[in-house]
């Protein structure tokens, strides 16, 4: 029986070996950890999704062209609005830590976060991530 501690292993083992392969810059390695119904989205203005191995394949080794010195490194970071449980948690695991101020201000005197956002915009932001809405 499988249980969700062999789970949480095995993804975290997988996106060590993914990471250690781009770090290599080895696309057999990276290319050999996708399937053959793959799909890249490149998150810039006017990118085509690359469909299919071979497109992601293609897609990538332009990266590693363009990116010589790409590397990826493992980090957590953890969201809350707490400081005596999401920001003590979070420090306690080794994690980056950033509260939200959106719905509760925790304005307790235990030790902040690492970062303090006020919005979910903000955290977007701040993390350089665009988030859409799916459309169906």
Not at 48 to 60: D, H, I, L, S
Not at 105 to 121: K, M, N, T, W, Y
């Amino acid at each position: 029986m499988t249980t969700a501690t062999d789970s949480t292993t095995a993804i975290r083992l997988l996106a060590g070996r993914y990471g250690e392969a781009w770090n290599r810059q080895d696309l057999d390695a990276i290319m050999d950890l996708h399937t053959d119904d793959s799909v890249f989205v490149a998150h810039a203005a006017g990118s085509v999704p690359a469909e299919g191995k071979e497109a992601v394949r293609e897609a990538f080794a332009g990266y590693i062209a363009l990116l010589p010195d790409i590397n990826f490194a493992e980090r957590a970071l953890h969201v809350g609005d707490l400081r005596r449980t999401d920001v003590a948690g979070a420090r306690g695991l080794g994690m980056t830590s950033v509260r939200i101020t959106a719905c509760h201000d925790d304005r307790s005197e235990l030790p902040d976060a690492d970062r303090v956002v006020a919005s979910h915009a903000e955290l977007q932001r701040w993390l350089g991530v665009e988030v859409r809405a799916e459309r169906g």
